[in-house]
């Protein structure tokens, strides 16, 4: 991965986004650095063209991705409980990425429907 990707001022385009998002594993050596570029592109993602953007994050795939976020911190509250300490810092990282990724949702599509997609993937 390259950290420059967003650090340096570069942007990624929501199918590089959801590339990267169907790419998190938690037993993954590289999970920490993808959460980071995540978390961080999410504010360069508003500089894309609005119908992109709507095509893109009111898909179905988008759907099935944002549900499978919602699991994965399920899943990760209950995996390995005798490494407390990398298990906190893994969920607090996914939890970081998906309240950012929730405000820029909301920021584009109102928050009824963001309130609307959390319901739905739960």
Known sequence: ???????NGKKISPILFSLL?????SKDDEFSQVMKI???SV???EMFPA????EHFQSE???QQFVQVCRFIDELRKEHPEQVQE???????????????????????GRNWAQNLIMKAE
Do not use: A, E, G
Not at 1 to 7: A, E, M, P, S, W
């Open 51 to 54: 119908n992109l953007i709507r």
């Open 61 to 63: 795939r988008f759907f």
């Open 87 to 109: 298990r906190k810092l893994k969920n607090r990282m996914i939890c970081i990425f998906r309240s950012k990724l929730l405000k820029f949702l909301d920021k584009q599509f």
């Open 38 to 40: 995540l978390s961080k």
């Open 1 to 7: 991965l390259q950290h420059d990707v967003v650090f």
């Open 43 to 45: 504010t360069t993602l």
């Open 21 to 25: 998002l169907s790419k998190v594993q």
